[in-house]
């Protein structure tokens, strides 16, 4: 598709970023990107964690650098946050003091959480108290600059939607069919190498709360690297959590874009993306 439309292709799924994980995120072969230019796929290593902000900087770069040279830039995966930050721009919250991040990540996820709904009730509130990550980003924000961080997101800044005309498309496959491949999708990674990537991996030490140590697939394989699973309830468990994940990406999509972006409710073949194309050309 991009290469009919003279395009460069730019990664937006917030996996593929990753040196690390080549077979778990799918990211596309030398093979399967072909003469295409693609930008931003497996470029970080995985000892960093790949923030939003990051991101939508290195692709505004990259969306600024192909209409330099005549290309059109297609943003192609299924992180939602990453492209409503490049849309919208993000909240201007202050540098966090060290002291204070560091305090509050050494906390465990329910004491956090408990700190949380003193400091800021209503992020507290709204946010699941397993969720290690949000929960101590609200918490380090509303201590450090003695503002909730819901307040900072009411005006976000840096966004690139009002200097760049958009050809949005959501594809929204049959569930029936998604569920499907995603019923066969994991089982396949593993035939393509997936336990050796995770060995490799785990290899390196570290930390648990890296993106690339909780990736779908890292956690399963590694428990039955450890022992403690079968290779069957390995592949049952990330077959499951690859389900999962996919119907919140399903609602995301279906709930958070603006209402005028045209979603596509057909299977994914040869003809819709031929149509794609012809959309993108135009």
Known sequence: MAQATDGIVINADASQVYTDLAILSARPSAQEMGDVPHRLFGHIDGAE??????????????????HDAGKLPVLVGGTGLYIRTLLDGIAPVPEIDPAIRATVRALPVAEAHEALSREDPEAAARLAPADTTRVARALEVVRSTGRPLKQWQQHKAGGI??????????????????????????????EAGAIAEVEALLARNLHPDL???????????????????????????????????????????TNQPPPAWPREEREIDAKIID????????
Request: charged share 25%; proline share 6%; hydrophobic share 45%.
């Open 49 to 66: 964690a790949c923030t939003a902000p990051r991101w939508a900087a290195e692709a505004k770069a990259q969306i600024a650098a192909a």
């Open 161 to 190: 939607a009002d200097r760049i005309t958009l050809a949005p498309m959501i594809l929204r496959p049959p569930r029936d069919w998604l569920i499907d491949r995603c019923d066969r999708r994991f089982a396949q990674m593993v």
């Open 211 to 253: 993106p690339v140590m909780r990736a779908i697939g890292v956690p399963e394989i590694a428990a039955y690297l450890r022992g403690d699973s079968d290779l069957d309830t390995c592949i049952a468990r990330a077959t499951l959590s690859t389900r999962q994940y996919a119907k919140r990406q399903y609602t995301w999509f």
């Open 275 to 282: 149509e794609l194309a012809i959309k993108l050309q135009q």
